[in-house]
């Protein structure tokens, strides 16, 4: 029997879970597909299953650690079927792949030898024999394609590992952007012999990160003598852009300065850009100041990247060198304080914080740690609230045929298995209107120069659960009926409570429905889930005398209130929707016009 390590499989972007349960213990039998742990996202749990049968020999986590993608869960011992087909395969994959050689030199890779970067010399390749089909092997540097305009993206998983065999095409890295997530496959088929990035670097376009050898046709002409012994140098500065080597050179050569203790000559610092205004002094004196801290060119390079002053950094590498490790742990500390004071009050100038309070002076108080989703919801309330001008309207809706035509549907609902609440008729109402009044279906841009119109019409619905609030999206309300809605929200609702909702299930709504009428109330102000343009809550209904213009009629009125950002809705906007919705919601028939 054989051991193999179980690891966080994908996390759909997250970058750190918490390990909430461990669901299976040392010497426990797990079979295919059987939760091991359970992990708390910043929205949601998930079951991470087993991928094959067998016994638990290890646990390598806790109760409370954080974990990310690829971390090491556990070690199962393999049955005996499985060890012995794992060995057969392993043994034709041998037969199969004829070992290629190693070169003798390989060059020094800049993420993690620094200090050789600036001293590495030229070395050819050892040739390889060639075989009957393929000639020498040839390495080149793999480089980060145009990754749309992005300034630069995150690496959240690296897909293969030195000694791959990748074909075209195949996925090195997933790279994360403000708005998505996108893999960069390998631009030609070979054996990957380095990966110069790791999970949470920063890269931009034209950034190296692997090094892969390819095997070259014998019967080219003229391709065996150049590709077999290829000039690193040369290759490494013809992916380098002219700035980069200019930032390169200054680095080193600040390095040398510092070394032998002599301040680096101002007058000789490579100027960043032609086009770039003569800088005033006070510039020059943090450029001589930056460049006095003992850190490398790489590391400068990712502190441009992330603005990062160097001189508030700490060294962690010999004789206090700043790696890029130091870079990221500053700047990831330095989120978190952000985050903290965010949910404490404390959000920056301008905004005093509240003051802090002994409550024990005035009687018994218990401390209760707040779950990290509580957290999360109290830090994105803060920052709607304090980013997003809100402005309420409330109006009230008569919903007295629409609920006699919901009770004579409870019949039918019993027979397909399923209850029929008023939010499916809600969101086919909010559809319409949205589709209707398309101010509503936008969001504002990060430049805050463009509104960006959504073509599709995905709403969230706010579902309160032991763990806290969660908004669940549904998706394309506007192509679905009536019993197709009330399913999803159904089965939503229940995945919510159960605390199974996937980060992918939360995302991407146009807009919210908050509905308190099973609680009670006359009506609330709901807070923008931005960057959303508004959100609708819903009161408890209560029958009211309506005049009709002859008399007072009884009617069953649901109070409604809508709060939106009034840097994308005006009021007039709000009026006409408001209108359009208590229309469609009075007389559902309208859905058909």
Same mark, same amino acid.
């Given at each position: 029997?054989?051991?193999?390590?179980?690891?966080?499989?994908?996390?759909?972007?997250?970058?750190?879970?918490?390990?909430?349960?461990?669901?299976?213990?040392?010497?426990?039998?797990?079979?295919?597909?059987?939760?091991?742990?359970?992990? $708390?996202?910043?929205?949601?749990?998930?079951?991470?299953?087993?991928?094959?049968?067998? =016994?638990? +020999?290890?646990? #390598?986590?806790?109760?409370?650690?954080?974990?990310? *993608?690829?971390?090491?869960?556990?070690?199962?011992?393999?049955?005996?079927?499985?060890?012995?087909?794992? *060995?057969?395969?392993?043994?034709?994959?041998?037969?199969?792949?004829?070992?290629?050689? *190693?070169?003798?030199?390989?060059?020094?890779?800049?993420?993690?030898?620094?200090?050789?970067?600036?001293?590495?010399?030229?070395?050819?390749?050892?040739?390889?024999?060639?075989?009957?089909?393929?000639?020498?092997?040839?390495?080149?540097?793999?480089?980060?394609?145009?990754?749309?305009?992005? !300034?630069?993206?995150?690496?959240?998983?690296?897909?293969? /590992?030195?000694?791959? =065999?990748?074909?075209?095409?195949?996925?090195?890295?997933?790279?994360?952007?403000?708005?998505?997530?996108?893999?960069?496959? @390998?631009?030609?088929?070979?054996?990957?012999?380095?990966?110069?990035?790791?999970?949470?670097?920063?890269? @931009?376009?034209?950034?190296?990160?692997?090094?892969?050898?390819?095997?070259?046709?014998?019967?080219?002409?003229?391709?065996?003598?150049?590709?077999?012994?290829?000039?690193?140098?040369?290759?490494? !500065?013809?992916?380098?852009?002219?700035?980069?080597?200019?930032?390169?050179?200054? %680095?080193?050569?600040?390095?040398?300065?510092?070394?032998?203790?002599? +301040?680096?000559?101002? /007058? *000789?610092?490579?100027? @960043?850009?032609?086009? %770039?205004?003569?800088?005033?002094?006070?510039?020059?004196?943090?450029?001589?100041?930056?460049?006095?801290?003992?850190?490398?060119?790489?590391?400068?390079?990712?502190?441009? $990247?992330?603005?990062?002053?160097?001189?508030?950094?700490?060294?962690?590498?010999?004789?206090?060198?700043?790696?890029?490790?130091?870079?990221h742990e500053y700047v990831k500390n330095a989120v978190a304080k952000s985050e903290n004071a965010a949910v404490s009050g404390a959000t920056g100038p301008g905004i005093p914080p509240i003051?802090?309070?002994?409550?024990?002076?005035?009687?018994?108080?218990?401390?209760?740690?707040?779950?990290?989703?509580?957290?999360?919801?109290?830090?994105?309330?803060?920052?709607?609230?304090?980013?997003?001008?809100?402005?309420?309207?409330?109006?009230?809706?008569?919903?007295?045929?629409?609920?006699?035509?919901?009770?004579?549907?409870?019949?039918?609902?019993?027979?397909?298995?399923?209850?029929?609440?008023?939010?499916?008729?809600?969101?086919?109402?909010?559809?319409?209107?949205?589709?209707?009044?398309?101010?509503?279906?936008?969001?504002?841009?990060?430049?805050?120069?463009?509104?960006? $119109?959504?073509?599709?019409?995905?709403?969230?619905?706010?579902?309160?659960?032991?763990?806290?609030?969660?908004?669940?999206?549904?998706?394309?309300?506007?192509?679905?009926?009536?019993? $197709?809605?009330? !399913?999803?929200?159904? =089965?939503?609702?229940?995945? @919510?409570?159960?605390?199974?909702?996937?980060? /992918?299930?939360?995302?991407?709504?146009?807009?919210?429905?908050?509905? #308190?009428?099973?609680?009670?109330?006359?009506?609330?102000?709901?807070?923008?889930?931005?960057?959303? /343009?508004?959100?609708?809550?819903?009161?408890?209904? =209560?029958?009211?005398?309506?005049?009709?213009?002859?008399?007072?009629?009884?009617?069953?009125?649901?109070?409604?209130?809508?709060?939106?950002?009034?840097?994308?809705?005006?009021?007039?906007?709000?009026?006409?929707?408001?209108?359009?919705?208590?229309?469609?919601?009075?007389?559902?028939?309208?859905?058909?016009?």
């Amino acid at each position: 029997m054989t051991s193999e390590t179980i690891l966080v499989p994908d996390l759909g972007g997250a970058d750190t879970v918490d390990v909430i349960e461990l669901c299976v213990a040392v010497g426990d039998t797990v079979a295919l597909e059987q939760s091991l742990i359970v992990l $708390e996202s910043d929205k949601a749990t998930m079951d991470v299953p087993s991928p094959q049968a067998g =016994q638990v +020999k290890k646990l #390598l986590v806790k109760e409370g650690d954080k974990v990310s *993608e690829g971390s090491p869960i556990l070690e199962i011992e393999k049955t005996a079927d499985e060890t012995d087909s794992a *060995e057969e395969s392993a043994a034709s994959g041998e037969r199969d792949d004829a070992p290629q050689p *190693e070169d003798k030199d390989e060059p020094p890779e800049s993420a993690e030898e620094e200090d050789s970067e600036s001293e590495a010399v030229d070395k050819p390749d050892k040739q390889a024999e060639p075989s009957a089909a393929k000639g020498p092997a040839a390495e080149e540097d793999v480089l980060v394609p145009d990754i749309g305009g992005a !300034d630069a993206v995150e690496v959240i998983e690296v897909m293969a /590992a030195s000694g791959d =065999q990748l074909a075209e095409g195949d996925g090195i890295l997933v790279v994360e952007t403000d708005k998505a997530s996108m893999e960069l496959p @390998a631009p030609f088929a070979g054996e990957l012999v380095s990966v110069a990035v790791k999970v949470g670097d920063k890269i @931009a376009t034209g950034d190296k990160i692997a090094r892969m050898k390819i095997m070259l046709d014998s019967d080219q002409p003229g391709t065996t003598d150049k590709a077999a012994e290829p000039d690193e140098k040369t290759g490494a !500065d013809s992916a380098s852009s002219p700035s980069e080597k200019k930032v390169s050179a200054e %680095s080193d050569s600040s390095e040398t300065d510092i070394s032998s203790g002599k +301040k680096p000559d101002v /007058a *000789e610092a490579p100027v @960043a850009s032609e086009e %770039s205004s003569k800088p005033d002094a006070a510039s020059i004196r943090d450029d001589v100041a930056a460049a006095e801290v003992y850190a490398g060119p790489a590391s400068r390079a990712l502190a441009r $990247e992330l603005g990062v002053d160097l001189r508030k950094v700490s060294g962690s590498g010999p004789r206090n060198r700043i790696l890029k490790e130091d870079l990221h742990e500053y700047v990831k500390n330095a989120v978190a304080k952000s985050e903290n004071a965010a949910v404490s009050g404390a959000t920056g100038p301008g905004i005093p914080p509240i003051p802090s309070v002994d409550f024990a002076r005035f009687g018994e108080v218990e401390m209760v740690p707040l779950q990290k989703i509580h957290k999360l919801t109290a830090a994105n309330m803060q920052r709607s609230w304090l980013n997003v001008p809100h402005v309420t309207q409330f109006d009230e809706a008569d919903i007295t045929e629409l609920e006699a035509f919901r009770h004579t549907l409870k019949a039918e609902a019993e027979k397909r298995n399923s209850r029929l609440t008023l939010l499916p008729f809600l969101l086919k109402a909010c559809g319409h209107a949205l589709a209707v009044n398309t101010s509503f279906n936008r969001s504002l841009a990060s430049d805050g120069e463009h509104f960006v $119109e959504k073509k599709y019409i995905h709403i969230g619905v706010a579902v309160d659960t032991p763990r806290g609030l969660v908004v669940p999206v549904i998706r394309d309300v506007d192509r679905k009926g009536l019993w $197709e809605l009330t !399913d999803e929200v159904n =089965q939503m609702a229940v995945k @919510a409570r159960e605390g199974k909702l996937s980060a /992918a299930e939360m995302q991407g709504g146009c807009f919210t429905i908050s509905s #308190l009428g099973a609680i009670g109330g006359n009506g609330f102000t709901p807070i923008v889930n931005a960057p959303e /343009a508004a959100i609708l809550g819903v009161s408890k209904s =209560q029958i009211k005398p309506v005049w009709d213009g002859a008399e007072f009629k009884p009617k069953l009125m649901l109070p409604l209130s809508v709060s939106y950002d009034h840097r994308i809705v005006n009021g007039a906007d709000c009026g006409r929707f408001f209108t359009c919705l208590v229309d469609v919601i009075a007389d559902i028939r309208r859905l058909l016009l």
